[in-house]
Nanobody
Framework: QVQLVESGGGLVQAGGSLRVSCATSGRTFSSYAMGWFRQAPGKEREFVAAISWSGDRSYLAESVKGRFTISRDNAKNTVYLQMNSLRPEDTAVYYC???????????????WGQGTQVTVSS
């Protein structure tokens, strides 16, 4: 069973920064892509970012491009999302996801974490 545990969420003022982390455990693919989705109350779940196993390819949603950065440390089985210039509309539960490749992560992830709350005050 694959488990994903997010951490680092919290409250931050608009314009501030926050980094969320996701550590994986259990059995996964021999190599796998990871990424992030988010969902605000009353809104559709949306893709945020994805990164390949080697880190040589990454993808960001247009709404966060230029502000967010995704990275990973395979030795720690961990993926990170650095969020800068945060806006109130970034407020959401952020979910870590795992998939066979970045296409899977972006469209239909294989595994989901429980999420971590990020709140941006105005």
């Amino acid at each position: 069973q694959v488990q994903l545990v997010e951490s680092g969420g919290g409250l931050v003022q608009a314009g501030g920064s926050l980094r969320v982390s996701c550590a994986t455990s259990g059995r996964t693919f021999s190599s796998y892509a990871m990424g992030w989705f988010r969902q605000a109350p009353g809104k559709e779940r949306e893709f945020v970012a994805a990164i390949s196993w080697s880190g040589d390819r990454s993808y960001l949603a247009e709404s966060v491009k230029g502000r967010f950065t995704i990275s990973r440390d395979n030795a720690k089985n961990t993926v990170y999302l650095q969020m800068n210039s945060l806006r109130p509309e970034d407020t959401a539960v952020y979910y870590c996801v795992v998939g066979e490749n970045t296409l899977v992560v972006r469209n239909r992830p294989d595994y989901w974490g429980q999420g971590t709350q990020v709140t941006v005050s105005s």
